[in-house]
């Protein structure tokens, strides 16, 4: 059931691109559909002003100009008033020609009945097209017709739809201006879905590129490297956090090859050495006497030492060692804890000095003495000889720094960011006389992070190394 469940979430998940398209095209449609809605409805709104007022126009221009010279020297210009009449029924308006008797002069409903009706019908069913809503009431207007007398002698009806109409290139211009928009939206939509899809592909294919080798590297393989070089500042950031990631997974991963060996070779050499002697005391070749037993007790001491180191750094990586602080006076205790290596440092011809503020910590005494001894012991025993030791502890910033600085043989660049991993040895001749497992360091820092500080090293080679303790005040 767990693997259906498992399945099924898994098949409902989409790939970056697809989300990015799919994002970049919804937003854009939204946009552009808003757009176009604000744009048409400004356009209808002043495109109905300006028909509304193209149409006031040409009415009050027949109603003061053009009704008034259709009666002319005593007689009816019908030659004019059919003139106007079929130019203003081409502008949806309507004349009629009555005399004072009102007798019908001239209608375009009866004189041009196919042109009207045809007219009148194409704007009405154009406006409903256009709008459902449209209202094809009609308006008539009433006008007296003159002589030059200023007599009454007819009158004259104009009628027009008393909604806004569009005539026939009216509704040309919009269905234009309409299929403009549309067509603008199209090219609009299709850029975009191929902009989106640029822009997906390249956050996409890098981030491909790096889950193929972070599931390499997840495998075991820590070899690989994502080549591929990004314009975008985070993807590129991430790039190189997995390069990174994928060489010190790799370094670590050798050093761990190494220390396997180090640690078998460290066990192994007393232990094939109390197994010789044991062997030949056993076959009666060599007698038991103080002497062989002494140099065998050495050998099980020394096992007993490294497998006491490996016991202390185990009990600070599970928690269990806790602190018994208490205050103490720096240069007291620090000067007790260096004289027990002063004859080590005078067979070197090392001279330590101190040069320790008046300050007290609050520290593990036993625990943190480890500390000093381990950086000490390593500066007398990586040291040719003929130099100095410095001691410091002041206080700077409410933090309490200690500083142990040698004239030794220093440590390379490259080795400094392993210097406090777990087993891990500068001096990696099997022959040395500096026997260990490589875990001072590692308790060292692991004791100074209990107490909330930190350790760092600067080191030259052929110059000297200085550790720096920071504790709180």
């Given amino acids: 059931m767990g693997w259906d469940i498992g399945l099924d979430n898994n098949s409902k998940l989409k790939s970056i691109n697809r989300k ?217 950031g991430l790039i190189k956090s997995i390069n990174k990631l994928s060489k010190d997974l790799n370094e670590q991963e050798n050093l761990r090859r190494q220390l396997t060996g180090d640690i078998a070779h460290e066990l192994r050499t007393p232990l094939t050495s109390v197994k010789g002697h044991l062997d030949v005391i056993i076959s009666g070749i060599w007698e038991p006497t103080n002497e062989r037993l002494i140099s065998i007790n050495e050998e099980v001491t020394r096992i007993a030492n490294l497998v006491d180191e490996l016991r202390k750094l185990a009990r600070f990586d599970s928690g269990k060692n806790t602190l018994e602080k208490e205050e103490v006076k720096l240069e007291n205790y620090i000067k007790n804890i260096a004289y027990n290596y002063e004859e080590n440092a005078i067979k070197k011809n090392i001279l330590i000095k101190y040069e320790i503020e008046n300050i007290e910590a609050t520290i593990d005494k036993e625990k943190f003495a480890q500390v000093i001894i381990n950086i000490l012991s390593n500066a007398i025993k990586y040291n040719n000889g003929n130099g100095e030791i410095i001691i410091k502890a002041f206080e700077r910033d409410n933090m309490i720094n200690i500083s142990i600085q040698d004239e030794g043989i ?55 190394s200085q550790f720096i303790i920071t504790i709180p005040k």
Avoid at 50 to 56: F, G, I
Avoid at 106 to 112: L, P, V
Avoid at 226 to 235: A, F, P, T, W
Avoid at 444 to 463: C, L, P, Q, T, Y
């Fill in 20 to 236: 990015l398209i799919i994002c970049f095209t919804f937003i854009m449609i939204i946009t552009i559909m808003s757009i176009r809605f604000f744009v048409n409805t400004s356009f209808i709104s002043s495109f109905e002003k300006y028909v509304n007022d193209s149409n006031k126009a040409e009415l009050q221009h027949l109603l003061d100009i053009d009704i008034k010279s259709i009666y002319i020297n005593n007689n009816w210009d019908m030659d004019l008033i059919e003139k106007l009449g079929l130019d203003a029924i081409k502008k949806g308006i309507a004349i009629e020609v009555y005399n004072e008797d009102n007798e019908k002069i001239w209608s375009i409903f009866e004189d041009e009945k196919v042109l009207s009706d045809e007219t009148l019908r194409d704007i009405s069913e154009n406006m409903q097209s256009i709008d459902k809503k449209w209202d094809n009431n009609f308006q008539e207007y009433k006008v007296s017709v003159k002589d030059s007398n200023n007599k009454e002698i007819g009158y004259s009806y104009i009628g027009h739809y008393e909604s806004t109409y569009y005539m026939e290139n009216d509704v040309e211009l919009f269905e234009a201006v309409n299929k403009i928009i549309f067509i603008i939206g199209i090219i609009s939509i299709s850029s975009i879905i191929i902009i989106s899809i640029i822009i997906s592909k390249s956050i996409s294919n890098p981030i491909g590129k790096v889950l193929k080798i972070a599931k390499t590297i997840a495998d075991g393989n820590y070899k690989q490297e994502v080549i591929y070089k990004s314009d975008i500042k985070e993807i590129d």
């Fill in 410 to 464: 220093g440590i390379p660049g490259e080795e400094l960011k392993n210097i406090f991993e777990r087993f891990y040895r500068v001096d990696k001749s099997r022959n040395s006389d500096n026997r260990g497992l490589g875990v001072g360091l590692t308790i060292s820092k692991s004791i100074v992070n209990a107490h909330d500080g930190d350790i760092k090293v600067f080191s030259e080679i052929n110059k000297g």
